[in-house]
């Protein structure tokens, strides 16, 4: 494959720009894109290279964050009024090779599909504590059923007793972050301009009820928050499927981008504490735990908030490629 910026379809870069706009373990955005020629399929790749080597070996997390990307690059499908046809890991050789989406018959674009693509832009990671303002019932339903939609289960934590285990989880894996010198220089790597803005992470990491990641190191210098919002945590949800193949990490990445568009295009944001994820003791005690032995893929919090810290991304120049043309 070969970089031709310059001889991509409209379309293919109007798709990978929206596939762009997917979240990613630290902004590490482990994908890359091919046109398959005039615009006839676009293939959504794993990026080895940018896999987070001790946050996530296995790789699972880099491919929720594709199925995050494959889910925006479907619902930019049907806002051009298409319907996205859609081979999830097209060639059983090539496990990097995740998706490929085709235009297929035209149809209109749903009133929800038109929110969550107006969202796309505007959806960000929050990190700290939200309003007060307690996110709706029926919300929390609608966000069920998106997730139920794409294969996985959106599972609300309310019970107080489960609430404090997860965040015993959730502590116990970023303990064991913290005190891993190499795990904290792969996160500081991924501050600053072009990957998680230093401004989105000035709040102490441990100010709310679940523990965040120590982007900025806060921790060595305020070993205690100088305030607790335990009442701002938010709804604490699990994103769940009942299997844990490559194939499930896609729908779990699909679902999550669903989930997170109708929230944003509803004012709620999401902040991720997928720490007890990428530990596997840990994974494995929150699988039962709290999951109810389902394989739990996310860990959210959804709430309210005004403050809101864009991220960079690549352009097509970086991401896009043409999968039909010789090599240069
Ligand atoms: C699988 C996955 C795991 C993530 N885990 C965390 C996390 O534990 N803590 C955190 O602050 N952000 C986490 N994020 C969010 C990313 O840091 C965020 O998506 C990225 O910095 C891009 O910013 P944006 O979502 O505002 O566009 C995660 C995202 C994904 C897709």
Redesign the pocket.
Known sequence: MSLAYEQHGRAALHLAHAAS???????SQPWFFAEEGHDHGFEIHADRERRLALTDPGGR?AV??CG?ALFNARIAVRNLGFRPAVDLLPESGNPAYLARVAFAAHAPVTYDEALMAGSMAH???H?GPFTAEPVPEELLDDLREHARAEGAVFQVVDDSDQLDQLADLVRTAEDVHRADRGHAAEIAGFVGPA??PAE??LYHPDCVLLA??D?LGLVRQFAVPPQRWVSRTGTVVVLATPYDTRADWLRA?QA?QRVLLYAAAHGVRA?????PLEVPAVRGEFRTRIAFGRFPQ?VLRLGHTNQT???PRRGPAETLLRSDLPVR
């Open positions: 706009l997917a979240p990613s373990p630290h902004n997390e929720i964050a995050a959806r960000h990671t990190r990957g998680v989105g992470c965040g990641r982007y990445g999550l902040a991720f504490h997928t720490q996310l810290w864009a991220t």
